[in-house]
């Protein structure tokens, strides 16, 4: 994928062509400052978000009858594409990547009543998050703790503590995953709330080593009130309905990755073909020439595994679990190789504190960790890897 091209859509894909551009010049306007600033001072940058609303992101992922105009993934992953390869901010890209996870999980499983409710806000300038994550753990999503108590023949009570979440401390609407009571052991169930509800608070913002304009922290539930209008998908059935949601968020990483790593690889190539060392310009050393190499397979191979993933996910095939966790991984390790190389290449200027460089890296290693780490998205792959090789021997 080159600076003007894009694998989310091919020449019979011409609408996807003019929406790519559309969030491209988007980005241009409005993501290319201020990101330092957000950076340092660990703000997000609400006045992007709302002008991101405004300008009908969301709208390719939510259906006609809600405010949006017809759910289109692959003309989303386009726009997010553009977007990405434009915006300075990773940290925003993160928050988009969450927000969107809410909104994919509504669309695809929720009650009309639930989408009538939640995606006009959702649209609208409103902030979403998803959360799994306790503090006994994070990656064994089946031991959460977050649990329904029965109150009333058809109400319970949500009880429980979620900690490392993107968005939370921002968020007007919650997807928690949590049990509900009776339906032990297949008990997981998706529950969507909205940040007045009695019983719901969201912490303060954790402050981290990057990703700093993308709000993360706790999410506290204190006797909730649920009620079936509450609960996402079918009870019981959380698991299934979070796997999906894992494989769009995780393929919506790799895409940032493909995007936003292209104009780093366009200031490595111009800074090695201006500067010289030993009579030479720097790119015709072939150890400058491995550091470069190295960044354009991260970004073309990321965007590569992506529109497998894309694909299969597009299809509602299981392989998109499979992609979605070779894409996370191999972008999230890469970038952060990637961001390594960039900072040797420029030296001194790559090290210092406030440069783009030394903040790529900040943000690259948090993709090690958000979204599932690496070693889950290692497990994943094997798992997967056996399945198809069991299928595929039993066929033969």
Not at 272 to 281: K, L, S
């Amino acid at each position: 994928m080159t600076q003007d091209t894009s694998l989310f859509y091919m020449d019979e894909y011409t609408p996807y062509i003019d929406i790519h551009g559309t969030y491209v010049q988007f980005a241009q306007q409005h993501l290319q400052t201020g990101a330092d600033q957000s950076d340092l001072y660990a703000r997000f940058p609400q006045e992007k978000w709302q002008a991101l609303a405004d300008a009908g992101f969301w709208q390719t992922l939510v259906p006609d009858g809600f405010g949006g105009r017809g759910t289109d993934y692959r003309a989303f992953f386009a726009s997010f594409e553009g977007l990405s390869s434009q915006c300075h901010d990773f940290g925003l890209l993160l928050s988009i990547i969450a927000h969107a996870g809410l909104i994919q999980v509504l669309v695809d499983h929720g009650t009309f009543e639930q989408k009538q409710k939640y995606l006009p806000l959702l649209m609208g300038g409103g902030v979403g998050s998803t959360a799994a994550t306790e503090p006994q753990g994070g990656s064994h999503i089946s031991a959460v703790k977050t649990r329904a108590a029965q109150s009333g023949d058809a109400t319970y009570l949500l009880s429980g503590e979620k900690c490392y979440i993107t968005n939370a401390p921002i968020a007007d609407v919650m997807l928690i995953v949590g049990r509900l009571a009776g339906l032990e052991p297949r008990d997981i169930t998706l529950f969507v709330v909205g940040r007045d509800q009695a019983g719901v608070r969201r912490g303060n913002q954790d402050d981290l080593l990057g990703q700093r304009s993308s709000p993360t922290g706790p999410i506290y539930l204190d006797g909730v009130e649920i009620t079936p209008a509450h609960i996402v998908g079918q009870p019981g059935e959380g698991l299934e309905t979070l796997y999906n949601f894992l494989a769009f968020d995780r393929l919506m990483y790799a895409i940032a990755v493909s995007g936003y790593l292209k104009p780093f690889i366009g200031d490595a190539i111009a800074y090695a073909q201006d500067r010289t060392a030993f009579g030479q310009p720097l790119i015709s050393h072939g150890f400058i020439q491995d550091k470069i190499v190295q960044m354009v397979m991260t970004q073309e191979i990321s965007a590569s595994l992506a529109e497998q993933a894309a694909t299969h996910f597009c299809d509602r095939s299981m392989r998109a679990q499979y992609y979605a966790s070779m894409a996370k991984l191999y972008c999230a390790e890469n970038l952060v190789t990637s961001a390594l190389e960039l900072i040797q290449l420029f030296g001194h200027k790559g090290y210092q504190k406030g440069s783009r460089y030394e903040r790529l890296l900040r943000d690259a290693v948090a993709l090690r960790i958000a979204g599932g780490t690496s070693e889950m998205q290692k497990k994943n792959v094997v798992k997967f890897a056996a399945m198809f090789h069991r299928q595929s021997a039993g066929s033969a």
